[in-house]
């Protein structure tokens, strides 16, 4: 494929991805990986240990497992109220397009 943006028969090449797209996406990837977070701490005998890696580290320090379950049930909430929003706001522009 021509660098120019054309195929070889003439038609316009897809462009990159729109970033709301782009992003909606990577929110549908996050929300996947906290819903197997949640499911994972919840399935947990009571007894076993959970430990948490520093950002940027390779470090792990022993947490609670009820604090962690309850931040990880927390951030998937708020994911997914991000990503209802942009899906809210994208029905929108759509609508407003097409009126």
């Given at each position: 494929?021509?660098?120019?943006?054309?195929?070889?028969?003439?038609?316009?090449?897809?462009?990159?991805?729109?970033?709301?797209?782009a992003?909606?996406?990577?929110?549908?990837?996050?929300?996947?990986?906290?819903?197997?977070?949640?499911?994972?701490?919840?399935?947990?005998?009571?007894?076993?240990?959970?430990?948490?890696?520093?950002?940027?580290?390779?470090?792990?320090?022993l947490?609670?497992?009820?604090?962690?379950?309850?931040?990880?049930?927390?951030?998937?909430?708020?994911?997914?109220?991000?990503?209802?929003?942009?899906?809210?706001?994208?029905?929108?522009?759509?609508?407003?397009?097409?009126?």
């Amino acid at each position: 494929m021509p660098s120019s943006g054309v195929h070889a028969d003439g038609r316009a090449a897809p462009g990159p991805p729109h970033t709301s797209t782009a992003h909606a996406e990577a929110l549908s990837s996050k929300i996947k990986e906290q819903k197997v977070i949640v499911d994972e701490l919840s399935n947990l005998k009571k007894n076993r240990r959970v430990y948490k890696q520093q950002q940027n580290s390779n470090i792990f320090f022993l947490e609670d497992r009820t604090k962690i379950f309850s931040e990880s049930k927390n951030t998937l909430d708020e994911l997914k109220k991000e990503y209802q929003a942009l899906e809210n706001s994208e029905t929108t522009k759509v609508k407003t397009q097409s009126a």
